[in-house]
């Protein structure tokens, strides 16, 4: 037993020689991120982050739910599907009951036929072999 504790000892020092190379090549890559970030940035919204993250670090052990500003924010994007039915019903809204085909009306149309005819190809495939 003695020999596995000898043996852990032994090694950690190579084990965190190897986690502290990878955190410092971490924290270069992260500096490039954050310059990059900041030079494309305004000023305005500069001053704002720093101030939000002043907020939070003072905050973070009283309120750990104030973390959550450096989680990602990101909304979905619409699906084709989705997309669609937006097109049309703007489509309809500015035409206001002309009976013509608009540009969205055109575009579902050619979808659908583009997908109709990779359906007929594969069909026609399997009917061959």
Same mark, same amino acid.
């Given at each position: 037993m003695n020999d596995c504790n000898l043996m852990k000892?032994?090694?950690i020092?190579?084990? +965190?020689c190897q986690k502290f190379k990878e955190? @410092?090549?971490? @924290?270069r890559d992260s500096k490039y991120a954050f310059d990059r970030l900041s030079e494309t940035a %305004? %000023? %305005?919204t500069l001053v704002k982050w720093k101030a939000e993250a002043a907020a939070v670090q003072y905050d973070r052990l009283d309120n750990p739910s104030a973390m959550d500003i450096y989680e990602v924010q990101l #909304?979905?994007? *619409? #699906?084709?599907k989705q997309q669609e039915?937006? *097109? +049309?019903?703007? $489509?309809?809204?500015? *035409?206001a009951g002309e009976i013509h085909?608009?540009?969205? #009306?055109? +575009?579902?149309?050619g979808i659908t036929l583009e997908? #109709? $005819? &990779?359906? +007929? *190809?594969? %069909? &026609?495939k399997k009917l061959g072999k």
């Open positions: 000892m032994i090694c020092s190579k084990f +965190l955190a @410092v090549q971490g @924290v %305004d %000023d %305005d #909304t979905k994007a *619409l #699906t084709r039915l937006h *097109l +049309l019903n703007h $489509q309809a809204r500015r *035409l085909r608009s540009a969205a #009306t055109w +575009l579902a149309s997908e #109709t $005819q &990779v359906a +007929l *190809l594969i %069909d &026609v």
